[in-house]
T-cell receptor, first 114, second 114 residues
């Protein structure tokens, strides 16, 4: 079946540094990928929709300059948290849509900013 | 706007007993409905989906769900719970013509006690 690979699983960084998270579709092409953020004991919140070859679509309230999304190929989307601060610490998950409407999720990335 | 509600934050059942995790939805149009399970510090795993056809959908790990259009519900069920079923369960809805990704419920934490 379709598999979405996300890494790293864990990242700890200093405040002010940037962190890149990768999301790959391993055995299928994904023209659209999605990035979510999840706070402890809460549901997933859609951050942005990543479109291959074009600009990402961000949800209201999500800072475009803070969360840079690049979808340069049909199998790879990246989320870069720029100048990370402790409040950016969270669990980030990507997903890709698999026809006819199911989503496959990556394993998630736990970001801790010190 | 599409939305989904999971009215219970927590469900506790004894091992071997049947379990039900409730989900209701609100969409304009015919919904695609999904159930996902999340284990600690992990991404979401697909359990089952309803797109069309039989109202009773069977999925992974012995789970099933019944689509009830009149009650706008899609409750997740399992005849005999296992301790290993303890996890966080999310219901999600997507409207086919909407290119945005799914909307998730707040999640229900299932605890199965030996």
């Amino acid at each position: 079946g379709a598999v979405v690979s996300q890494h790293p699983s864990w990242v700890i960084c200093k405040s002010g540094t940037s962190v890149k998270i990768e999301c790959r579709s391993l055995d299928f092409q994904a023209t659209t990928m999605f990035w979510y953020r999840q706070f402890p004991k809460q549901s997933l919140m859609l951050m942005a929709t990543s479109n291959e070859g074009s600009k990402a679509t961000y949800e209201q309230g999500v800072e475009k300059d803070k969360f840079l999304i690049n979808h340069a190929s049909l199998t790879l989307s990246t989320l870069t948290v720029t100048s990370a601060h402790p409040e950016d610490s969270s669990f980030y998950i990507c997903s890709a849509r698999v026809p006819p409407g199911q989503a496959e999720f990556g394993s998630g990335t736990q970001l801790s900013v010190l | 706007a599409q939305s989904v509600a999971q009215p219970e934050d927590q469900v506790n059942v004894a091992e071997g007993n049947p379990l039900t995790v409730k989900c209701t939805y609100s969409v304009s149009g015919n919904p695609y409905l999904f159930w996902y399970v999340q284990y600690p510090n992990r991404g979401l795993q697909f359990l089952l989906k309803y797109i069309t056809g039989d109202n009773l959908v069977k999925g992974s790990y012995g789970f099933e769900a019944e689509f009830n259009k009149s009650q706008t519900s899609f409750h997740l069920k399992k005849p005999s719970a296992l301790v290993s079923d303890s996890a966080l369960y999310f219901c999600a809805v997507r409207v086919p013509y909407n290119n945005n990704d799914m909307r998730f419920g707040a999640g229900t934490r299932l605890t199965v006690k030996p």
